[in-house]
């Protein structure tokens, strides 16, 4: 599939049809006409999470208002991705980074989990779902993933269903990852990734009681936790067949 790497691409909330007339926030107003000085009749390309992917265009109303005019669809909506992502949080512009890494990678839920060693125990939830929102309007993604509340360990962990795989990236763990994960195919999956000050002995017990845990290395080197991250997420999509679809947007 051809993507549109050029148009301008913006998340709305109303549905999208052909002549349909999207309204426009006075802040996504501004960040149209003031920011990006898009002039009248300027594509643009919409999506909301159920619809696809639009094509539309500017219609100003002066010089601070503006709506969009929807015109045709230019891709399908796709499944939403049911890879859900356990994590601790981290300082402000790592964890940034952190959520715009997943979306990218293909993750359908984020969960921020409070460990016994994790730094920063104060969650902005919204500011998680406002760089999700980002990176998918950037990477032409047509699902933003679910942001839960912040959770701590146990809690998270007894969220999951029963039959979801729990992939548990440990540091003292040892063996081949690539050879670990090799029969994920077809299965629900989770992944957990600890602080950088990893787990506790009763944390790594608790996780490893779990039926459906399995632990798995990373490698010989020690990561970051924002590294581990899109290295994990790397190993476990191309495991489960990801990066082999011919559509690759979540």
Known sequence: MAYDFITKRLFVEEPLQAGGSIPLTADQANYLLNVLRLDNGAPMLLFNGKDGEWRS???????????????????????????????????????????QKAVEMGVGRLVPVITQFTQVRQVKTARIAANALEAAEQCGILNLPEVEEAKGLAEAIEALEQDRRLIFCDERHEGDPLAALADLK???LALLIGPEGGFSDAERSAISARPQTLTISLGPRILRADTAAVAALALVQAAAGDWRQSSPDQ
Do not use: C, N, W
């Open 57 to 99: 265009k500017v219609v100003k109303e002066g010089k601070k208002k503006a709506h969009l005019e929807v015109e045709e669809q230019t891709r399908p909506q796709t499944p939403q991705s049911d890879l859900t992502y356990l994590f601790a949080p981290l300082k402000q512009a790592r964890l940034d980074y952190l959520a």
């Open 186 to 188: 077809g299965e629900r």
